[in-house]
């Protein structure tokens, strides 16, 4: 069974910075991409960012590029979002989700092979 688990959400005031984490259950982490995806309150969840199995490759939403940052440590089974100078328009649920890197880099939720429960970010004006 795989669990991905998310943590390092929480309240922050805009222009601050957070890093995320997720991590990974399973000896199968190193083979699967990852992806970071968000959902603010009355929205449907949107893709963010994703990164290669090896690290090499990554895709980020327009939305989000120059201040979002995936990484990913395949020896602690866990993948991380670096976010910066966060906005209002950042409050959402982040979640991690594992799956084919060809199904994330279309940036559409659908398809993934797992998903975390999320971590709530929040970020005050």
């Known amino acids: 069974q795989v669990q991905l688990v998310e943590s390092g959400g929480g309240l922050v005031q805009a222009g601050g910075s957070l890093r995320l984490s997720c991590t990974v259950s399973?000896?199968?982490?190193?083979?699967?991409?990852m992806g970071w995806f968000r959902q603010a309150p009355g929205k449907e969840r949107e893709f963010v960012t994703a990164?290669?199995?090896?690290?090499?490759?990554?895709s980020t939403a327009d939305s989000v590029k120059g201040r979002f940052t995936i990484s990913r440590d395949n020896a602690k089974n866990t993948v991380y979002l670096q976010i910066n100078s966060l906005k209002p328009e950042d409050t959402a649920v982040y979640y991690c989700a594992a799956g084919p890197w060809g199904r994330l880099v279309t940036m559409r939720a659908d398809g993934m092979d797992y998903w975390g429960k999320g971590t709530l970010v929040t970020v005050s004006s």
């Open positions: 990164i290669s199995w090896s690290g090499g490759s990554t």
């Open positions: 399973g000896r199968l982490f190193s083979t699967y991409a």
